[in-house]
């Protein structure tokens, strides 16, 4: 891969790391220390599948939804587009018509939610998706769809319309993507999930690049 620029978009994952309510920050513990005396340094690592940045897969929503290790790679890796939304308190369908989204593209939200991410607790409210505005993204086919916080739906949903709109289209579903840096533009992308046998997501590395 050659890249003139690329962007990390991903939350560093330690026991500070902001959590969506109810979730537990990672745990990051050494088991074993070469300054200690032991042959070697060894570390545990224990995080829930939606802290940081993550992707969720269909099941999170859907009882018969696909799972993080039944999509294929290519729905988390590929072209893709960053639509500046900034200044908006929700997306409205009629924000994203009034953008260029090209179809078959990773498509990103980048909104004023970047400065909430820096925050040492989660924060609302935060900008969120419209259910108009979701079924819309999902009219233009796209590989996934991701976001700067931790929901698309407003944090008082009981529904969550928009979350589950997505998956009713399969479409995977990126949340914390830090992308208060990123141009809005077309990008490649990848935002690779563990493997993880029957759970509704992962955590991810996710980077743009151009």
Known sequence: MRASIIYDLTLPLGTKTV???GDSP?????????????????????????VGTHVDA???FLRDGSTIDRLPLQRFCGPAVVLDLQGKRF???????????PENH??????????????????TPYTYL??????????????????DYYSFDPYESEE?????????????????LNLGLVPAGTYSFAGLPLPLEHTEASPVRAIVWK
């Open 91 to 101: 997306i409205r369908e009629q924000d994203l018509r009034d953008c260029s989204i």
């Open 58 to 60: 269909p099941a999170h």
């Open 106 to 123: 990773h498509v990103l939200l980048k909104t004023d939610n970047a400065a909430l991410l820096a925050s040492a607790h989660f924060v």
């Open 19 to 21: 959590v969506y309510p």
């Open 130 to 147: 419209e259910p108009a505005a979701a079924s819309y993204l999902c009219e233009r086919n796209p590989c996934s769809i991701g976001i």
């Open 160 to 176: 969550f319309p928009s979350h589950t709109i997505l998956a009713k289209h399969n479409v995977p579903a990126f949340v914390c």
């Open 26 to 50: 990672p745990v990051i513990e050494q088991v074993s220390s070469l300054g200690s005396g032991d042959r070697l340094t060894s570390s545990r690592f224990a995080v829930g599948c939606h």
